[in-house]
């Protein structure tokens, strides 16, 4: 460790907060702490501070080695309760995770700890990150335990199966001491956890029957995994909160759910945007909130194909509702029209002021592709099933563990089923591990973010030409959507999207193997501009998108003969790219114009 890495460590500490409620904090200071020696400082102030009550280590970089000198300390902490633990393993390897969460955990049951907060969002540890928690998770240290937060961890379906069988034994082990776990908060989006991962899941809800908050948003979970968490729910009593933004229920699943909430009286809040409820889903809610949720504070029910007739109703459903302050129908299909009728609804039941924007209403729908939709989807979904349901038969159940017990977990690679563009990053093998630089990649590709591009540096392009197949269209399709994405103003943050794709795109361009018309084919799909025969599933689009593709048109590798393709179906109205994106679709085909 050099002068200059000491200096830096030696003030990130000196502007370490310490709270007057035995709180330690180290949030966002960037520290790499690879061994012992870097995290002794910190070690020290851990052990020097009495009562430790809650712990931040958020926003650093914790080695193995590290995390066990941390551990260490943490042994003599029986008073500790909030482990704040998210985002702390950036750059490490798959394969290191799970051993330094095992340390951490092992301290905490050694101590005699109490834990009432665990936070482990934003680590990427996939499917044995969780089997790292487990031991803790089913300990003594966790009966107490009331918010538990996974968001954005990559546990995929096989992460899902392990956290719920942890979640079930738990409470088991904590009802034979008469102090049954009773988790009240639950918080575990972008984590590509679909119909099984949720399905397990739901058996552990249903046992705890204690929850108050569930944050479910991006899991990929359709109508069978809704309906067993609707299942769940039911038992679920105290329930306020239910967050399942960005899933796909269809008729069927929102269906279910609406029946589950019915009886649910203390919920204020749901977020069911972006789930295609559907106008059979949107009249359930109505009878729902006809029949029950008195305390209805928020409902979403955003960008869910609901039409004019479906959306009045459940409007006329809320007018009893005095505590309601939001109720969010954008994106639907209502039309101009449907769109003023609405507001007068609203506005003679006095409550046009809970009614959120309707400047990204879909105009009127067509009846018959919706219902052509609804049955390929439900078709889909069934093939889906049987298909996961075969994988599930050859899977072995995860062992039952000692919870006294801690030993290295295992690194077996889980097979996730995809469903949309977006896919986990596979669990890497401790005997074959991934290389830093590769690994940061895939979690860019899995969870897309401005910061994470940025970071990989000035290799990023090359980086990303070594782990997307240039041979391989639909890939460097959904690659190209997935840097897009993240396109900001900011010099720094633009300059990184652009060098990255373009140097992606030269290369698949420049292959004699590339098939550039199947590239620009699957772009159309996921824009959703060009129906699928291969049943991919298109993106949410948004305006940077168009943008990156407006600057790739004009260089030098992209194809000229591609270019009146992509014009002919820019020009075509297409209900499922939002009207945020107008005016840089309008640009782009200003700019092929030009070109042809």
Known sequence: MDSEDIARLTDSLSRTQVGCSGELSYKG??????????????????????????????????????????????????????????DMFTGRLRSEIPSALISLGQAVIMAGACLTHLDLSDNAFGPDG???????????????????????????????????????????????????????????GRNRLENEGASALAQAFQVMASLQEVHMPQNGINHAGVTALASAMKENSELRVLNLNDNTFTKR????????????????VINFGDCLVRSEGAVAMAEALKEGLPNLKELNLSFGEIKEDAALAVARSVSHK????????????????????????????????VLGSLSDDEGEGDDDDDDEEEEEEEEEEEEEEEGEKEEGDKMPAPPARDPTRVSTPASTPVSTPVSTPVSTPASTPVSAPTPPAATEVSTFLAFPSPEKLVKLGAKRSLLFE????????????????????????????????????????????SSQCFQSDVFITSLLVYLGLLKSEDKLKPVRAVPAHFLTLEHCVQQDYFPKNQLPILEVFLSQRSKLIPDSCKTARYKLRQTLNSLI
């Open 322 to 353: 005095t505590q309601l302050s939001k109720l969010d129908l954008n994106g639907n299909y209502l039309g101009l029209e449907g769109c003023e009728i609405l507001r007068e609804v609203m506005g003679s039941q006095h409550m046009d002021h």
């Open 29 to 86: 200071r960037a520290l790499k702490l690879d061994d012992a020696e870097a995290a002794r400082e910190l070690v020290q102030e851990i052990e020097g501070f009495e009562g430790l009550q809650a712990l931040r280590l958020e926003g650093n970089t914790i080695g193995v080695q590290a995390a066990e000198a941390i551990a260490r300390a943490l042994e003599s902490k029986r008073d500790l309760q909030r482990c704040h633990w998210s």
């Open 130 to 188: 969780v089997r790292g928690i487990e031991t803790l998770l089913q300990s003594a240290s966790c009966f107490s335990l009331r918010e538990l937060r996974l968001n954005n961890c990559g546990m995929g379906i096989g992460g899902g199966k392990i956290l719920a069988s942890a979640l079930i034994r738990g409470h088991s082990l904590s009802s034979a001491q008469g102090t049954p776990l009773k988790l009240r908060v639950f918080i575990a």
């Open 466 to 509: 070594q782990q997307v197949d240039s041979t391989d269209a639909r890939k460097i399709a959904d690659a190209f959507l997935k840097i897009a994405s993240v396109l900001k103003v900011e010099e720094d943050v633009k300059r990184a999207v652009l060098d990255t794709v373009d140097g992606l795109l030269k290369k698949a361009f």
């Open 253 to 268: 699943g929102a269906i279910a759910m609406a029946t589950a909430l019915k009886d649910l009286h203390n919920v204020e």
